[in-house]
Every structure is written in structure tokens, then in C-alpha cells.
Nanobody
Framework: VQLQASGGGLVQPGDSLRLSCAASGSTLGYRVIGWFRQAPGKEREGVSCFRRRDGGLYYRDSVKGRFAISEDNANNTVYLEMNNLKPEDTAVYYC????????????????????????WGHGTQLTVSS
């Protein structure tokens, strides 16, 4: 499967934005979905992840109450709804799918091995600045 994230841009603090991640090819067999981000000079970090089987969710503390992950199965698209954006949300955002049977928290905190069979998408840049 190939993943392409889109929807990033330049926004002001307090604004809202929705990122999309379109999958080309079947996503059957992928059990966990996630959004990650990487700011300049920092390591990639998980933002929000969800397990398809039971809807189990993980959000990193700094985005709880502001971000929401969702999936549109009919269109093979995953979304990240972001509200009340802050300058510290500035980063390149990536989506990823994992075949492995992972807890959402395990996926989002990147405590997985190669057996998780993770597919990464190309990122989309989000800049939050006044």
C-alpha cells in the first residue's frame, strides 16, 4: 500500500486544520493506523493512533482534547482533525499503517519491531505561526 498525506499548510495559532492520508491499494490486513510528526531537529513522535479491531485510541498528552483521528473505510482515507493549533504543533506530519497486532500506544510510542510491518506515507508540512 502507498500512503500520501495532504492538507498541511501555514496557519495561525488557534486555527483548525484537517490532514488527510489517502491509501492507494487495499488496507485490509493493516490493524493499526497512526499519525506521527517530526519537527526540525527532533525525533519522530506519535501523535495519535487507533486500532481498527476495537477502536482503541492513543493520543499524546500535548494533543489530547485538540486532535482527533478518524478513518473513512469507503475512501481508504485516514484523517487527523486538529483544533486550537499551537506553534509547537509545527512539524512534518506522516501517516502510517501497521500489520502487526499492536496496541495503539505501542505503535504511537514507536516501541515496535520490524515484525509490525509498518508502511509509512510521505509527509505534509504544517506550520503554525502568527
Amino acid at each position: 500500500v502507498q500512503l500520501q498525506a495532504s492538507g498541511g499548510g501555514l496557519v495561525q495559532p488557534g486555527d483548525s486544520l484537517r490532514l488527510s492520508c489517502a491509501a492507494s491499494g487495499s488496507t485490509l490486513g493493516y490493524r493499526v493506523i497512526g499519525w506521527f510528526r517530526q519537527a526540525p531537529g527532533k525525533e519522530r513522535e506519535g501523535v495519535s493512533c487507533f486500532r481498527r479491531r476495537d477502536g482503541g485510541l492513543y493520543y499524546r498528552d500535548s494533543v489530547k482534547g485538540r486532535f482527533a483521528i478518524s478513518e473513512d473505510n469507503a475512501n481508504n482515507t485516514v484523517y487527523l482533525e486538529m483544533n486550537n493549533l499551537k506553534p509547537e504543533d509545527t512539524a512534518v506530519y506522516y501517516c502510517a499503517l501497521a500489520r502487526g497486532s499492536l496496541n495503539p500506544g505501542t505503535f504511537c510510542t514507536m516501541r515496535f519491531t520490524g515484525s509490525a510491518s509498518v508502511s509509512w506515507g510521505h509527509g505534509t508540512q504544517l506550520t503554525v505561526s502568527s
